[in-house]
């Protein structure tokens, strides 16, 4: 075999691939591909429907009435003053788009199997084209939170200030724990299909040691330490406090989710980059 | 000169037999612990043995230490059995999947089609299908928009472009399909198959495109089909792969006559264990197929005269003597027609078996088919009472050359399966 070691290739296939070797020049280069998924996501989720792009909205607001009834009539939580709607809406927009993002990037490469076993892309591009479709998604959602605050604001009822300019960073610090997470359960329920039941299961339970049905400040001291470790927590927190006035936000709370966030983050891409050369091999 | 756009020295690619979903925890238990003492790791060296059907191992080598550099604007014809390895090839280097060990080395751009229309959206139109999927095949918006108007004119759908693809028939799925496929910017194209879903005129338009790509811009193609009668059209090399190993490199008309020569003549054994139809009271034991010096052939050419020798075993001796032997074999193409049979039916004598073994031969003059590939089918019967052995496409032939005509015609490969001499004048002297 002639191999001229001055022929320059432009691509190189070996067994192993370097730990850090993120292919981000790829990713960049398939941007295009990663809108057409959010637009597909969009456009398929509402084809055929009668109200189409309404049913983003019925689905929060149907639970922040349901959560209104059961959780602050019935149970009678409390809710830190605020009014019942206003509480539990910022906190379902918020788990919404979390746990959403969460549990649709950890089944990447189930849902992608047909099209990852024939054809090559940066794997990458589909858990982000998740994340981003429900940013749009989130940002729907968003605007009836805005006109429900822009109401009891008017009334006097709540006081927003200054930190609601923190909320682009709030949704990346979301944006990057639940795609952190998502990925490394997503490499390994091909492998292991139970983690996909722990975590749809998991989701649904995490809700509960998040202050999404109540407020930090009920929580027994004993217990406050634990919920603080959730690292959706604070964010949560300065989400209510930002835009309702009340809430347990810190700026210690952001930090621990910032550091959790790149460290989650990192150690997904990593992992999802080890696996998914051979992934198609044992879905 | 041309130089190497592929360059893929000792690739493996080993497969975990069996049930991958069950004891992968204890197995990747047993590996981690195997790797930490820096002993090897314990599943891969089970499999060794590169045959696909032995299962002592865990694991299998679907493709062992291959070797092969492929030249700018070369055509090459990927050809091989059921499970030799040819997809696992075509993976390996649309980088679906990895290898287990070697390197691949590639210079330009790498579009594969293994399946037409990948990632098409049913609720989503025909426009919008061709921007995505365009996008999964490595294309940039512009790139797609500059070449939307031919795409759409290539697949002939320009009517229902704006209606969702669930709503059209399968063909036109497939033609849209092709259509994005056949317009993009690539110097490698990598193709398995694609053509066997659509209908004629289909793939004879996938097989023109193919070869106008590669004669006007000099892009490099690697191609896999069982159809062999395409893959000499269009391939100018090929190369066998066999149990995951490369067996033949060479130009395309040695490779195919290489692959048709492996697998059928004069293999007694093979017909032996071919399971036949019929009551098996009589068994074809072999078939040969001679010229007419007598010499064993491995093709054959248009005009030719042959001799077919098929040997019998009677199972049943109370049967004998058997009178009113039916004896046929049949030439099918590769698309399973049957183009031309010679039968004991035409012939007026009665021919009977009288003892419990021999041979039944057949003479055919000047053999009227056309260059390609063909499957020789053996039928032995009692008239039209039993059949006793029948054995479906068990020889592939090539035909190939000669001079069928007397002046050197090719002999419309491609064109038609059967030929026949014909005389030809013009009188233009009056009007009819």
Redesign the interface.
Same mark, same amino acid.
């Not at chain 1, 050369?277 to 044992?282: A, I, L, Q, R």
């Given at each position: *075999?002639n191999?001229t070691p001055a022929?320059?290739?432009? !691509?190189?296939?070996?067994?192993q /691939?370097g730990l850090l070797s993120l292919p981000l020049k790829e990713i960049w /280069?398939?941007r295009? =591909?990663l =809108? %057409?998924?959010v $637009?597909?996501d969009f456009?398929?989720f509402y084809? !055929?429907t009668v109200l189409g792009p309404l049913w983003f909205i019925i689905q929060p607001v149907l639970t922040t009435l349901m959560f209104t009834l059961v959780f602050g009539n019935i149970a009678g939580l409390s809710t830190d003053g605020l009014p019942d709607i206003l509480f539990y809406l910022a906190g379902v927009t918020v788990w919404g788009y979390f746990s959403e993002c969460l549990t649709k990037t950890s089944t990447t490469f189930s849902d992608n199997a047909h %099209?990852?076993? $024939?054809?090559?892309?940066p794997r990458m591009i589909s858990p982000l084209a998740v994340i981003a479709s429900n940013l749009m998604k989130f940002g729907i959602q968003f605007c009836i939170f805005l006109a429900v605050v822009l109401f009891y604001w008017m009334k006097g009822a709540i006081q927003p200030n200054s930190s609601v300019l923190l909320l682009p960073y709030l949704i990346l610090l979301m944006a990057a724990i639940s795609l952190g997470i998502g990925l490394i359960f997503s490499s390994m329920t091909a492998?292991?299909?139970d983690l996909r039941f722990l975590l749809s299961f998991g989701v649904q339970l995490l809700m509960y040691a998040t202050p999404v049905i109540y407020p930090m400040s009920a929580i027994p001291a004993k217990y406050a330490a634990y919920i603080q470790l959730n690292p959706i927590t604070p964010i949560i927190e300065m989400f209510r406090y930002s835009f309702l006035g009340v809430g347990d936000a810190s700026s210690a709370g952001i930090l621990y989710a910032s550091i959790f966030a790149a460290l989650v983050l990192s150690l997904g891409m990593i992992i999802f980059n080890r696996v998914e050369?051979?992934? *198609?091999?044992?879905v | 000169m041309t130089r190497s756009v592929i360059s893929i020295e000792n690739v493996s690619k080993m497969y975990r037999l069996g049930e991958v979903s069950s004891g992968t925890l204890r197995d990747d238990i047993n590996r981690a612990w195997a790797k930490l003492r820096g002993k090897p790791d314990p599943f891969s060296t089970v499999g060794v043995s590169n045959q696909l059907e032995s299962t002592s191992g865990d694991c299998v080598w679907a493709l062992k230490d291959i070797n092969l550099e492929i030249k700018e604007g070369e055509i090459l014809g990927i050809i091989g059995g059921n499970g030799a390895g040819k997809s696992t090839l075509l993976k390996l280097l649309s980088r679906v999947t990895s290898p287990s060990a070697g390197r691949i080395r590639t210079y330009g751009r790498i579009v594969s089609l293994l399946e037409v229309g990948t990632g098409f959206h049913p609720e989503l139109t025909g426009r919008e299908n061709i921007y995505l999927n365009g996008a999964i095949l490595g294309m940039a918006r512009r790139e797609i928009t500059a070449c939307l108007e031919q795409i759409v004119e290539f697949s002939g759908c320009a009517k229902y472009i704006d209606t969702p693809v669930k709503r059209y028939s399968s063909g036109m799925q497939v033609r849209l399909g092709f259509a994005v496929a056949a317009h993009l910017q690539c110097d490698i194209l990598i193709v398995d198959e694609v053509l066997a879903v659509g209908d004629m005129a289909f793939q004879k338009k996938c097989m023109g495109w193919m070869q106008e790509v590669s004669a006007t811009q000099q892009k490099t193609i690697l191609f896999v089909s069982h159809n062999l009668d395409v893959i000499r059209q269009v391939c100018s090399t090929g190369i066998i792969i066999d149990n995951g190993e490369l067996a033949y490199t060479g130009d395309i008309d040695s490779t195919i006559k290489r692959y048709l020569g492996n697998n059928g003549f004069d293999q007694v054994t093979s017909l032996e264990k071919s399971k036949g139809g019929g009551d098996g009271q009589v068994k074809i034991t072999n078939l040969q197929i001679m010229n007419g010096n007598g010499a064993l052939q491995a093709a054959m050419t248009p005009g030719g005269n042959y001799v077919f020798k098929l040997s019998y075993k009677v199972k049943n001796l109370d049967l004998l003597p058997i009178s009113d032997i039916k004896a046929e074999v049949i030439f099918t193409d590769s698309l399973g027609n049957t183009v031309l049979l010679i039968s004991t039916e035409t012939v007026e004598n009665n021919l009977t078996i009288n003892h419990s073994q021999g041979v039944i031969t057949a003479h055919l003059a000047d053999l009227a088919l056309a260059p390609g590939n063909y499957s020789i089918s053996v039928y032995l019967g009692q008239s039209s009472l039993r059949t006793f052995d029948c054995l479906n496409k068990v020889l592939p032939i090539f035909v190939s050359g000669g001079d069928f005509f007397g002046n050197q015609h090719p002999g419309f490969a491609g064109q038609c399966k059967t030929l026949t001499r014909s005389q030809w004048s013009i009188n233009d002297d009056q009007l009819i």
């Open positions: *075999m191999n022929e320059e290739w432009t !691509q190189e296939i070996t067994a /691939r /280069r398939y295009d =591909l =809108l %057409l998924f $637009k597909r456009v398929a084809k !055929q %099209l990852f076993g $024939k054809i090559y892309f492998k292991y299909r050369v051979n992934f *198609m091999d044992s | -």
